[in-house]
């Protein structure tokens, strides 16, 4: 059977090593050497890029807007009709906002609960003020400028997700989506798993549970199907051996 990679229609890439949030569930921000992909290095890629038939580049991190060179990157990979998007913590949007709006598809923003516990997660005072100011400039120069918002279920939300779904409303964008925190890999620069300090116990994933029952009436706000909703509480009990883990 052959494993050869023949179509990759969505390309992640990480173009800066270092981050400027200090988040409680990865240690990116403890790296203390600066990488970043060039956009020479890029054009040397151009060529697989295309024939490997890629369609969208998320740009990653860290984050990616610490990048010294971002907006060429983009201008790279849109020269040739592929999208970009930039997942970002939200904290240099505003700097930024211009050239985003000019050179990117869209805007991915983290967001980890209603003001208080996004700060509280991401250790960055005003960090979620500073986030909004981005997202008003960005729509501010384009209106119609996709903005969405992602957030990662830990222990610390895992008892917001209404109050997150209705902060992501009242901040202007599109929509937000969920997923369950990594609690056992060393992704994220950790040295060791995290579970100890993100993962839920019993009592906090029936909490989740009953949290995520409360979305159904988002009315397609949230982008996940109650059903893939639910696969984040299969995750936790299944990291306490309460379920199996899910596959697919």
Not at 133 to 147: E, H
Not at 195 to 217: H, K, V, Y
Request: with cysteine.
């Amino acid at each position: 059977m052959s494993h050869v990679i023949e179509s990759l229609p969505v390309l992640v890439l990480f173009p800066h090593s270092r981050c400027n949030c200090r988040c409680v569930m990865c240690d990116i921000w403890k790296t203390d050497t600066i990488q970043e992909i060039s956009a020479e290095e890029l054009e040397r890629h151009v060529a697989d890029i295309e024939r490997l038939h890629v369609q969208w580049v998320v740009f990653t991190g860290g984050e990616p807007l610490m990048h010294s060179d971002l907006f060429r990157l983009c201008q790279i990979l849109r020269k040739r009709n592929i999208r970009t998007t930039i997942l970002s913590t939200g904290l240099l949007l505003e700097r930024h906002a211009r050239q985003i709006v000019a050179n990117a598809d869209d805007v991915i923003v983290s967001l980890d609960g209603p003001p208080a516990i996004h700060d509280q997660i991401r250790r960055i005072p005003r960090a979620f003020d500073i986030m909004q100011r981005g997202i008003d400039a960005l729509l501010l120069l384009k209106p119609d400028f996709p903005v969405t918002a992602r957030s990662t279920v830990q222990r610390l939300n895992h008892a917001h997700l209404r109050e997150t779904v209705e902060t992501a409303r009242h901040m202007g964008v599109r929509s937000i989506s969920f997923l369950a925190v990594d609690m056992t890999s060393t992704a994220f620069n950790r040295q060791q798993p995290a579970a100890n300090d993100i993962g839920l116990t019993s009592a906090q994933i029936d909490t989740l549970e009953g949290q995520i029952d409360s979305l159904a009436d988002a009315g397609g706000f949230v982008v996940e199907s109650r059903e893939k909703l639910r696969r984040i509480v299969n995750h936790f009990r299944a990291h306490l051996g309460q379920a199996e883990p899910c596959s697919g």
